[in-house]
């Protein structure tokens, strides 16, 4: 799975800090430090709000 999707969905709410980190398989300290390594991206954000809730699925 693509991280940056695994972020943004933990941004977005869809997941808690420690269901991202073991989707990613990493321990909840590296978490945030990946966070900082994949800042949001505000286009995405804009598009993802567009789209159905279907589409997110």
């Given at each position: ?14 997941l808690t800090p420690q269901e991202c980190a073991q989707v990613l398989g990493v321990e909840g ?29």
């Amino acid at each position: 799975m693509d991280k940056r999707k695994v972020i943004e969905a933990y941004r977005r709410g869809f997941l808690t800090p420690q269901e991202c980190a073991q989707v990613l398989g990493v321990e909840g300290s590296h978490l945030k430090r990946m966070l900082e390594d994949f800042p949001m991206d505000p286009r995405r954000s804009i598009a993802l709000e567009n789209q159905p809730a279907s589409g997110l699925r």
